[in-house]
């Protein structure tokens, strides 16, 4: 079945550090690919998202690239502030799984100012 | 964007009682309705689909007499723990697809119930 691996967390960072949450996927097909992140106490929010080999999601500074050849789908921000801190979840729906999201575990990012 | 609500936000309760939750669908009409569940430091997994007018389709591992879904209208979802035990603590998480949008790809999140069985 689908299955998604993120880093382990937590990633702790001091403000204006450059950040890598990587991402990897098993899926048939091309699924869709998103970022997911949850701020203390929170539900999830949609951080951004790739339909295809190659796209690139971005949103807030976060940028991700769709890529096909290595399963991956890693998060990246140039410099991180302290309002970064969350965890993030990398996601993916496979063409044939309806409606149905399949979650990685989750990494905690902690900005240190 | 799409705006999911969910109530109560947290709830404390005794063992053996029963907790509703409710999952609305605020500016959109939502015919599936996801249901989820965080341990903590533990990434979601999805309970049952919810599906308007009919029977919500659990997942496997997921007692449905346990954890009770009625979808009867476009914007509204409950989940209901019947007999809850210290064990079904946790982060309770609705999420909803909004059929009017361009995107089919994306669900929209409520801010999670945070059920304390004592």
């Known amino acids: 079945g689908d299955s998604v691996t993120q880093m382990e967390g937590p990633v702790t960072l001091s403000e204006e550090a450059f950040l890598t949450i990587n991402c990897t996927y098993t899926?048939?097909?091309?699924?869709?690919l998103f970022w997911y992140v949850q701020y203390p106490g929170e539900g999830l929010q949609l951080l951004l998202k790739?339909?295809?080999?190659?796209d690139k999601g971005s949103n807030k500074g976060f940028e991700a690239t769709y890529r096909k050849e290595t399963t991956s789908f890693h998060l990246e921000k140039g410099s991180v502030q302290v309002s970064d801190s969350a965890v993030y979840f990398c996601?993916?729906?496979?063409?044939?799984?309806?409606?149905?999201?399949?979650f990685g575990g989750g990494t905690r990012l902690m900005v240190k100012p | 964007g799409a705006v999911v609500s969910q109530h109560p936000s947290r709830v404390i309760c005794k063992s053996g009682t029963s907790v509703k939750i409710e999952c609305r669908s605020l500016?959109?009409?939502?015919?599936?309705m996801f249901w989820y569940r965080q341990f903590p430091k533990q990434s979601l997994m999805l309970m049952a689909t919810?599906?308007?007018?009919?029977?919500?389709?659990?997942e496997q591992g997921v007692e449905k007499d346990k954890f009770l879904i009625n979808h009867a209208s476009l914007t509204l979802s409950t989940l209901t723990v019947t007999s809850a035990h210290p064990e079904d603590s946790s982060f309770y998480i609705c999420?909803?697809?909004?059929?009017?949008?361009?995107?089919?790809?994306?669900?929209?999140f409520g801010p999670g119930t945070r059920l304390t069985v004592l």
């Open positions: 999420s909803a697809r909004d059929l009017s949008s361009g995107n089919s790809n994306e669900q929209f």
């Open positions: 919810s599906n308007e007018g009919s029977k919500a389709t659990y």
């Open positions: 790739a339909t295809k080999a190659d």
């Open positions: 500016d959109f009409q939502a015919t599936t």
């Open positions: 996601a993916l729906k496979g063409r044939n799984a309806g409606n149905m999201l399949t």
């Open positions: 899926a048939t097909g091309y699924p869709s």
